[in-house]
T-cell receptor, first 111, second 111 residues
Framework: EDQVTQSPEALRLQEGESSSLNCSYT??????LFWYRQDPGKGPEFLFT???AGEEKEKERLKATLTKKESFLHITAPKPEDSATYLC????????????FGKGTSLLVTP | EPEVTQTPSHQVTQMGQEVILRCVPI?????FYWYRQILGQKVEFLVS????????KSEIFDDQFSVERPDGSNFTLKIRSTKLEDSAMYFC?????????FGSGTRLTVV
């Protein structure tokens, strides 16, 4: 059975203090790994898709990387508006486009 | 920017009652999904829909659940006889492939 584990559960950063969120996964035939952002009371907002080990994607202050066992979401010089829950999800080769989500990392960036 | 619209935003229903959650996906999207998120838990896949039929469903999506695309724009999730444990946030999503767009959700409270 696919497993997605995110750490830490919660992270508090000062504005400008860079850090990384981790997503460890076990999946039978990775089709893709996905990062979403979720604000309170809202649906997940798509950030990145990574398909193979070594792949990297960037968007503003966020950079996602992928290895065969885990993915990192690096946040460089975060701002308070980056505060949200960041979700990692995987899709396996048997599951079509269905996503298996982790529990997320709740990020708070203080001024 | 196109968005997925869900109605109602919040619904309270009595145990045993039928509920229909409604979604208007993005117009040129081909794949449609329902996910749910119980308070404090991870986002869970329920069902995917393509070409007017269910393409994949999870173990959660039992005979109490059904989906329908009654016309060219709406996509509905019906729960026939609600249970207390059906209380959750239900998210509709649509996409052309991966990286699909989620709506803001319907909070279902079963009392």
């Amino acid at each position: 059975e696919d497993q997605v584990t995110q750490s830490p559960e919660a992270l508090r950063l000062q504005e400008g203090e860079s850090s990384s969120l981790n997503c460890s996964y076990t999946v039978s035939g990775l089709r893709g790994l996905f990062w979403y952002r979720q604000d309170p009371g809202k649906g997940p907002e798509f950030l990145f898709t990574l398909y193979s080990a070594g792949e990297e994607k960037e968007k503003e202050r966020l950079k996602a990387t992928l290895t065969k066992k885990e993915s990192f979401l690096h946040i460089t010089a975060p701002k308070p508006e980056d505060s949200a829950t960041y979700l990692c999800a995987v899709s396996n080769s048997n599951s079509g486009y269905a996503l298996n989500f982790g529990k997320g990392t709740s990020l708070l960036v203080t001024p | 920017e196109p968005e997925v619209t869900q109605t109602p935003s919040h619904q309270v229903t009595q145990m045993g009652q039928e509920v229909i959650l409604r979604c208007v996906p993005i117009s040129n999207h081909l794949y449609f999904y329902w996910y749910r998120q119980i308070l404090g838990q991870k986002v869970e896949f329920l069902v995917s829909f393509y070409n007017n039929e269910i393409s994949e469903k999870s173990e959660i999506f039992d005979d109490q659940f059904s989906v329908e695309r009654p016309d060219g724009s709406n996509f509905t999730l019906k729960i026939r006889s609600t249970k207390l444990e059906d209380s959750a946030m239900y998210f509709c999503a649509s996409g052309l492939h991966y990286g699909y767009t989620f709506g803001s959700g319907t909070r279902l409270t079963v009392v």
